[in-house]
């Protein structure tokens, strides 16, 4: 990839993120009883990693966007993983979102967030 079409790509992100943004909002709008306080804390925490990874990759900053969009896979991968142990089924794409960003692994579900990124190595850009 050239650096133009990295720059265009970095360009186009624009309108992602503020379509992320739009459904950030529309989720905290939702009405959701108290038993669906964390899952929903965890939802809410993954979007905004995810939005912050993609305005960190927006700004160049490629180590933060990794970091950022690495803890919202493993936060969505952990409201998967959590609803299934209460017999709720969600959303599949929620436990693959590593795969859905980067083209790369799921992560896995027993290494929790805060644990992955000493022994996490960030994907290799393409030389400019």
Known sequence: MTTN???TARISLSGVILEMRQAERDFEA?????CAQPYR???SKAMESAVNGFNSFLGES????YEQLHLATE???DVYY????????????MSDTAGLIWGGDSPNPSSRRGSTSSSSNPPQLPNA
């Open 75 to 77: 936060y969505f991968a």
């Open 5 to 7: 079409q990295l720059q």
């Open 41 to 43: 804390s965890d939802i």
């Open 30 to 34: 939702i009405s959701s009883p108290a």
């Open 62 to 65: 490629e180590f933060e966007a």
């Open 82 to 93: 959590e609803l299934q142990t209460i017999g709720i089924v969600g959303d599949i794409r």
